[in-house]
């Protein structure tokens, strides 16, 4: 297992900027990819993005892409997720989580964060 916190949500206005970090501890983190989920209030967990391990390879959801990026820095066993051009429909409970898997279902990770929250406001 690999043990992870999430810091840097807030409130932000729209059209703002934040950077999630996720600091990991445990496990060897480059042996997990990493990878960020959201739950909007009153709604599911779901995707935003994930990294490979060794960084190469990204994918995002549809609603993310061309605004967030994802990156991780395995000497400082920490993840990233660099957040633009933020929308109230982004507000959201946003949790990093760890799977020895290449995947965006939230079924294939077993390693999560407490999650940090993140308020976009119009």
């Known amino acids: 297992q690999v043990q992870l916190v999430e810091s840097g949500g807030g409130l932000v206005q729209a059209g703002g900027s934040l950077r999630l970090s996720c600091a990991a501890s445990?496990?060897?983190?480059?042996?997990?990819?990493m990878a960020w989920f959201r739950q909007p209030p009153g709604n599911e967990r779901e995707f935003v993005a994930h990294?490979?391990?060794?960084?190469?390879?990204?994918y995002y959801a549809d609603s993310v892409t061309g605004r967030f990026t994802i990156s991780r820095d395995n000497t400082k066993n920490t993840v990233y997720l660099e957040m633009n051009s933020l929308k109230p429909e982004d507000t959201a409970v946003y949790y990093c989580?760890?799977?020895?898997?290449?995947?965006?279902?939230?079924?294939?990770?077993?390693?999560w964060g407490q999650g940090t929250q993140v308020t976009v406001s119009s």
């Open positions: 989580a760890g799977s020895k898997s290449l995947s965006a279902r939230t079924s294939a990770f077993n390693n």
């Open positions: 445990g496990r060897t983190f480059s042996d997990y990819v």
């Open positions: 990294i490979s391990w060794n960084g190469r390879t990204t």
